[in-house]
């Protein structure tokens, strides 16, 4: 399984943006990059997915590096609702997903 | 639509029983994973079924064993509880699997004594 690279944890401000960054050197050509998140005492969320080029949803934008050996996950206006684990998984195709340890993000106040 | 339901939420059992819980699906959805969930080991994936057929399965001993129902309904069973199989199950409904979107449930928590 191929593996991602996240920051333990992270702190941000309520109503900046957020960028939280995930290193993947070893992504092949066809695995899609995920983003789900974990909110206390609950299953993950599933936030955004993407192959190639940036992706944008209500929750928040993916940015996807050229070579595809890194992407970032910007959430544009951070709520205490936001404060959460991120993780980013990479999908090889296989019908599972394979996570990480994510990365704690805290929302101050 | 009504979200992905789990059953029971909370389980205590003893070392040695077994244990079945059940995962309602989305509306629709074909698509039916289970993860369980450890300070230690962190989320793990278990096995995924599709329309009754199990198309994946992780690295769990054959004590870890699941099924799906013709309506998309998933029951997993744990035979022979250790204390090491404490942990939040959390099953997951999708259309397509993990390729797609996927939708947790609130998870049942097991606690073997």
């Known amino acids: 399984d191929a593996k991602t690279t996240q920051p333990n944890s992270m702190e941000s401000n309520e109503e900046e943006p957020v960028h939280l960054p995930c290193n993947h050197s070893t992504i092949s050509g066809t695995d899609y990059i995920h983003w789900y998140r974990q909110l206390p005492s609950q299953g993950p969320e599933y936030v955004i997915h993407?192959?190639?080029s940036n992706v944008n949803n209500r929750m928040a934008s993916l940015a996807i590096a050229e070579d595809r050996k890194s992407s970032t996950l910007i959430l544009h206006r951070a709520t205490l609702r936001d404060a959460a684990v991120y993780y980013c998984?990479?999908?090889?195709?296989?019908?599972?997903?394979?996570f990480g340890q994510g990365t704690r993000l805290t929302i101050n106040p | 639509k009504a979200g992905v339901t789990q059953t029971p939420r909370y389980l205590i059992k003893t070392r040695g029983q077994q244990v079945t819980l059940s995962c309602s699906p989305i509306s629709g959805h074909r698509s039916v994973s289970w993860y369980q969930q450890t300070p230690g080991q962190g989320l793990q994936f278990l096995f995924e079924y599709f329309s009754e057929t199990q198309r994946n399965k992780g690295n769990f001993p054959g004590r870890f064993s699941g099924r799906q129902f013709s309506n998309s309904r998933s029951e997993m069973n744990v035979s022979t509880l250790e204390l090491g199989d404490s942990a939040l199950y959390l099953c997951a409904s999708s259309l397509l699997g993990a390729l797609g979107e996927q939708y947790f449930g609130p998870g049942t928590r097991l606690t073997v004594t």
């Open positions: 993407g192959l190639t």
């Open positions: 998984i990479l999908n090889q195709g296989a019908q599972k997903l394979v």
